[in-house]
């Protein structure tokens, strides 16, 4: 092949979709607009000479569990992912937490009478994940591969979290599947809410939830290594305005979301393709802080030590308060609150006997409010003395993380709503191409969406070949 192509952006989208070009054998350029690749996959000093943040995705389900990059030799360029003993703690004012753990059985005796139907719900997806992960991660098919599993998920995924939650006896496993089904940005009364639950819980016990060693930089570097096994480069501090300007390529994969696809696209996309993509909707925002701290995060209940990832925000009655204020615009009292703590179980990412943490809540897309105050009483709320231990803070409103990462539009770290339509027709009912024959989208505003899986250059960049040669 002696056509060459372009991708704009380096995060895992657009580093997916350049690699699957270079192994079809094409000659490819990645320009990215910051100084180090990784969009929202990158590890940073952030707050003191020695501690390791991760800017944005910290622990990595989907990129364990993805098909694709589970396809690449990424541990020999460098990719280590390290499992806490347990994938995810959730505190209780009781001062004890409920654990996602990742063994199924074990989860299941550890809640109680409602083992048996969490095993239920969970096990048919846990047990055939290598059927059930390609289904999920791939635009929404009427004519699934696997009908049978597809059927049932689509059964629950459908509903709103609190009506599947019904199934919960115990207020306690109530809370941890609120507290999975809150990273849907959704309120837990909407449809589809209930689907995030268990595509968070499902790797969870099927590929685990790890954190990379190093930060998700590594995972970054190890994408941009293998690339450059394969020829490919990235340019770094190459912003790109406009496509008309680069020059000689035969395909461009945009790592964009719709806003800047049209913008940079300008006059090479037709009108009415503009239209549909300025009538895209973005989600709700997020409100960052990053710590350093002197120890570790003093929670009352001693389990949450055992997880990198820990979800603050009591029982679902709380969460669904909270979420469902920032679904209607609004600010929560007490907001959702996700923690990672990775320096407990990597050693890398601060000086010896302290530590960082990375916390996050939900805000109204382009929120200028500071959340700092709440965010930290929900955690003091948990672990008595936590503020005592930051050594210093960084905080990140929505323009501040959209400053470092030009597709976090208004805080969005998920590249778009879901909803229904955006469900199934992401950005548009084109999903990968756009009205341009050599112009193409792959950044998580396409299906499957928002995570680190690089499913969505995965697919967009077979999309591009198959119709480059006339498929
Ligand atoms: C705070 C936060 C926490 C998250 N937590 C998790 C998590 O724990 N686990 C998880 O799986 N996911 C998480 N996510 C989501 C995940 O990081 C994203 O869904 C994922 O990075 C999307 O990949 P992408 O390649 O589509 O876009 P991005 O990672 O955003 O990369 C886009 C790239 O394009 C570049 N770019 C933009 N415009 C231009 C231009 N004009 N010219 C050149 N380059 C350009 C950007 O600089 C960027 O490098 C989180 C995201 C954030 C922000």
Redesign the pocket.
Known sequence: MNRKACV????????AAAIVLAQAGMPVDV????ST?????RTLELTLPGFRH??????????AGSPFFSSLPLASHGLRWIHSPAALAHPLDDGTAVMLERDLDRTKDTLGTDGPAWDKLMRPFVEHWTDFAPEILRPVSFIPRHPWLMARFGMVALQPARVAARRFRHPRTRALFAGLAAHSFLSLDEPLSAAFAILMAVPAHAVGWPIARGGAQSLTNALCSFLSTLGGGVRTS????NLGALGDYSLFLC??TPR?LAM?GGQRLSESYIRQLNTYRYGSG?F?VDYALNAHIPWKAPECLRAATVHVGGSMEEIAVSEKAVRSGQHADRPFVLV?QPSLFDTSRAPAGKHTAWA?CHVPNGSQVNMLAKLEDQIERFAPGFRDCILARRV?LPAD?ESM????VGGD???GAVDIRQLLFRPTWRHYATSARDIYI????TPPG????GM??YHAAKMALSRLSGG
Not at 31 to 34: H, T, V
Not at 405 to 408: C, R, S, T
């Open positions: 704009i952006g380096a995060g895992p989208n657009g580093l320009l990215e607009a910051e690749p990784g969009g929202a996959a991760d800017f944005g995705s910290a622990v990595f389900p989907l990129a190459t912003p790109v305005q790592d964009l800047q940079v997020v960052k990672a996050y990140f993380l990462d030009a597709n976090l770290v998920g590249g792959c950044s998580a505003s928002g995570g680190v899986h969505c250059g």
